[in-house]
């Protein structure tokens, strides 16, 4: 099954590539975040792709997608939807929202109230949505993509600790290479290349590799890996806030993924270490004596990674221990 899985993500990392140039690391790492039913947040400068990756992994999969611009004088029914009232049937009728879409955009999510913001945090963990006491269920699948601005702060409200720890992953896309950049200006010589982008994987396909990930081995020493790495936040000097247990399972669970992607049964603390920076570090409240001398929750998350131990692990069913320094190939398997 894990060969099925490795197959289908790379075809449908490849159809996004064709859009999404020399991103592959953070083409990877948004599938990892819809394999394990998760959320993404991207927050970088405007430009570099962010709602095209959206559009591009919704018509790769066949997903409906709504794009949700996120401004100050937006309401929480804006997003949720509401109930009219039909004079002709005399009874109210319930309007969905662009929420209910299987594929979300929320574009500039910062730039909304609070108020609005927690619309969506039901919406998010519970998969639903409750308006005028009737509860509405989330499409399946179901996939929040939300960018933010790191440099323009004005008219702006901070998401808040609560919201931030909804996102299974938070990445950034970063300006393309210079021979990246013009690979991009010759596919876009007369058309977007994402007007010819077709579905490769159907739903049912996707449910299927979503089930499976589940079934990827986490031995012991792993699971103690990612407790102790996230406990790490926690008692950090430097940390006024570390991680909570919903940063643990969600490094457990993109683990899974990330393995099957590679074409392994099992987990491997590579795959922790690959995926540690953005599945806690926008979990972490630095403290502000520390804010002061530019420590980043990303060099806190790395600084660990670096001073913990590794235990070895076993492959499944082999008797062959695995030293947890040994290298890895190219597909992700020791040699």
Known sequence: MTTKIQETGEKVVANVERVIVGKH???RLALVA????????IEDVPGTGKTVLAKAFARSLGCSFRRIQFTP?????DVTGLSIYNQKTQEFEFRPGPIMAQVVLADEINRATPKTQSSLLE???ERQATIDGVTHQMPDPFLVIATQNPIEYEGTFALPEAQLDRFLLRIRMGYPQPIDEIVILDEQKRTHPLDELEEVVGLEELREMQAAIREVHVESSISDYIVRLVNGTRNHPDVYLGASPRGSIAIYRASQALAGLLGRDYVIPDDVKALAEAALAHRLIIKTSSTIHDVQAGQVVRELLETLPVEPIRATGGPRSIPASAPVAEGGTRR
């Open 34 to 41: 819809l394999m394990c039913r998760g959320h993404l947040l």
């Open 123 to 125: 919406c998010m963990d």
């Open 73 to 77: 004088d937006l309401l929480p029914s």
């Open 25 to 27: 690391n953070e083409v």
